[in-house]
């Protein structure tokens, strides 16, 4: 029970992440711009100018941070359990774009966030591990 | 053609880099508490695991052929095909971690494989 606390909670912080780092990477690259010639030089250009922008690094450090979380989580948890909760990021980021950036949401897309809602519920209900819910009391 | 090759050594990367990573986050023992010194121990263990490292070269393997993917199909193309990684990974996790994956969790995992394909192709 304990343990199905802990997961939820690195989980929402696991997706937390990953939604603020990706919200802050996009509004950082679109003052970047894109390259001005698909070129290594023109892309490299872009990378220098990504570097020295503040909310591209701050949303490079979030996705780390994510990344941490996620590797905690598979020292516990499932694989099979951890994958599809953490698909709760597409409809994060989904709903911050839209949100936040002001990106539109088709009607496909709702439908799709629809699913993977659904899927995600369904997910949480088998915890964490599979077996040890029921079985071993460790 | 080449898209599909590509998408193949994508979805392959992501779904055994998972897998990789899972095994050696295993090994490493589990993260018990935020104390620094259980992360630094954990941390500390993981970096060093072969696995962990095999996993996560794996994992940019796959995002840099994703990167060339991009470069020739739009996103909406690629990334519902990528999105079958989920299935793949958790056939890989149920025959190679030998997890329990009760048929509930199963058709979480198609859902969520057919919502992602879906907020990508638009």
Redesign the interface.
């Known amino acids: 029970m304990k343990r199905d606390l802990k997961t939820l909670v690195v989980l929402a912080l696991a997706i937390l992440a990953n939604g603020a780092g990706n919200l802050s990477l996009s509004y950082g690259m679109k003052s970047v711009g894109p390259p001005g010639a698909w070129t290594l030089p023109g892309l490299w250009a872009v990378v220098g100018t990504a570097l020295s922008s503040l909310p591209v690094i701050a949303g490079g450090v979030l996705l780390l941070i994510f990344f941490a979380l996620f590797l905690a989580l598979l020292s516990w948890a499932d694989l099979s359990y951890v994958l599809p909760m953490i698909s709760t990021c597409f409809v994060v980021s989904a709903l911050l774009g839209n949100l936040v950036l002001g990106e539109r949401i088709s009607l496909i897309r709702w439908a799709g966030i629809g699913l993977v809602s659904i899927g995600v519920l369904l997910v949480g209900r088998t915890g964490p591990s599979g077996d040890a819910a029921s079985s071993s009391p460790t | 053609m080449t898209t599909f090759l590509l998408v193949g050594v994508i979805v392959l990367c992501f779904s055994f880099g998972?897998?990789a990573?899972?095994r050696g986050?295993?090994q490493?023992?589990?993260?018990s508490s935020l104390r620094l010194a259980v992360l630094n121990e954990?941390?500390g263990r993981?970096i060093r695991s072969p696995l962990?490292l095999l996993g996560g070269a794996l994992q940019i393997v796959a995002f840099v052929t994703y990167l060339v993917a991009l470069?020739q199909r739009d996103l909406s193309y690629v990334f519902p095909l990528t999105a079958t990684s989920?299935i793949v990974?958790?056939l890989a996790?149920?025959y190679l971690?030998h997890?329990?994956?009760?048929p509930?969790?199963w058709?979480?995992?198609?859902?969520?494989?057919?919502?992602?394909?879906?907020?990508?192709?638009?």
């Open positions: 998972d897998i990573l899972t986050m295993k490493a023992g589990e993260v954990v941390g993981a962990v470069s989920d990974t958790t996790a149920r971690l997890e329990r994956v009760t509930t969790r058709g979480g995992v198609v859902i969520v494989s057919v919502g992602i394909a879906l907020i990508s192709a638009s």
